[in-house]
């Protein structure tokens, strides 16, 4: 069986970091997944005045998975611009509520806090909350003006992302821990406790611990391994996965997926680490943050052989010490260690 892939390479270093990832894929399973590249990024938002045409979803709506390198580049085009005009409707479209971020050190990596022996798996609601986009400007320019920015928390989105928290931890350790901040925040997130509670009387054998954010982040740094699945709300989901790919060791290995655990949609994989334009010509961007997402697009392609397989390679690449510090190594060197573990 092959999988129809699509590439976004994007801006700055998504180019260099995809290209690595379909070398390995290329080495590990010849043939095994078809790519068509689309090179949408700020580039095409100054030449059309849009981040992909008009037709962009249905065209993405036929493949099988896709696999993007990074969006952004500040200095040509606003974030608010290049973000909601092509990651933000992709995952939208194509209800991909659940953003999947693992956390923890590849051998050879030194993470800050000189810790080892934890393995995090955040879960961030990824289509409303927050970033709904919902609110507006009035009197803009005047003493008076007004920003508002509205949180959409539905019964449908929070209970279908705690379900699907409730449903890894049951695969894990039968440990979750629920992220909000219900003492400030009286209704949306005192409705995410609810939920919560509601959808643990479904789930006996998992033990549940509510936390606060800030709680919870002060535990990410002080006692990792004391946490195994966490679900939170878009924002906070956000900043606790970044705080989770420092305690990992940067940016440089945080892998993530976008997925529609329904698969009636396309589901999307991508490295979290950005564009990073001021590196993108020197040739050192890390591809193994990538070459992670790689695998996890594998395993949700039913390819967890081949992912493993990767995996592997790319834990004997770090335990060498290929990758494991930020600007040291060539993209190229890394990738041909880990292209070589695939050898072995």
């Known amino acids: 069986m092959t999988h129809k892939i699509a590439l976004i390479p994007g801006d700055g270093i998504g180019t260099a970091v995809v290209d690595a990832a379909m070398q390995v894929a290329d080495k590990a399973a010849p043939g095994l997944l078809v790519p068509t590249r689309f090179?949408?990024?700020?580039?095409?938002?100054?030449?059309?005045?849009?981040?992909?045409?008009?037709?962009?979803?249905?065209?993405?709506?036929g493949f099988d998975a896709i696999f993007l390198g990074a969006v952004g580049w500040p200095a040509k085009v606003p974030d608010a611009?290049?973000?909601?005009?092509?990651?933000?409707?992709?995952?939208?479209?194509?209800?991909?509520?659940?953003?999947?971020?693992?956390?923890?050190?590849?051998?050879?990596?030194?993470?800050?806090?000189?810790?080892?022996?934890?393995?995090?798996?955040?879960?961030r609601e990824n289509t409303e909350g927050e970033y709904s986009g919902a609110g507006g400007r009035v009197h803009q320019g005047t003493a008076n003006e007004v920003a508002v920015e509205t949180a959409i928390f539905t019964r449908a989105g929070v209970e279908r992302i705690l379900r699907f928290g409730f449903e890894q931890a049951m695969r894990r350790s039968k440990r979750l821990a629920s992220v909000t901040k219900s003492n400030a925040q009286k209704y949306s997130m005192v409705f995410w406790d609810e939920v919560t509670d509601q959808l643990a009387a479904e789930y006996l054998e998992v033990q549940v611990s509510h936390y606060h954010v800030d709680a919870i982040a002060a535990r990410m740094v002080m006692a990792p391994e004391t946490l195994d699945v966490i679900v939170a709300s878009n924002l906070f989901g956000d900043i606790l996965t970044d705080l989770g790919a420092a305690i990992q060791g940067g940016l440089g290995f945080a892998a993530s997926a976008n997925i529609d655990p329904t698969r009636a949609n396309p589901s999307m994989f991508e490295p979290v680490h950005g564009s990073a334009p001021d590196i993108a010509h020197l040739g050192i961007a890390n591809p193994i943050a990538a070459i992670w997402s790689l695998c996890m697009m594998l395993d949700h392609l039913n390819e967890s052989a081949i992912a493993a397989r990767i995996m592997r390679a790319l834990e004997a690449t770090t335990a060498q010490g290929f990758g494991t510090v930020p600007g040291r190594d060539k993209t190229e060197t890394i990738t041909a260690a880990i292209l070589g573990a695939l050898e072995d």
């Open 39 to 61: 090179d949408w990024s700020c580039d095409t938002y100054l030449k059309t005045g849009r981040m992909m045409p008009e037709d962009g979803i249905e065209t993405l709506r």
């Open 81 to 123: 611009v290049s973000l909601h005009g092509l990651l933000l409707p992709i995952r939208k479209a194509f209800v991909q509520y659940a953003n999947i971020r693992p956390h923890r050190l590849l051998p050879g990596v030194q993470g800050p806090l000189r810790k080892e022996g934890f393995d995090i798996l955040c879960i």
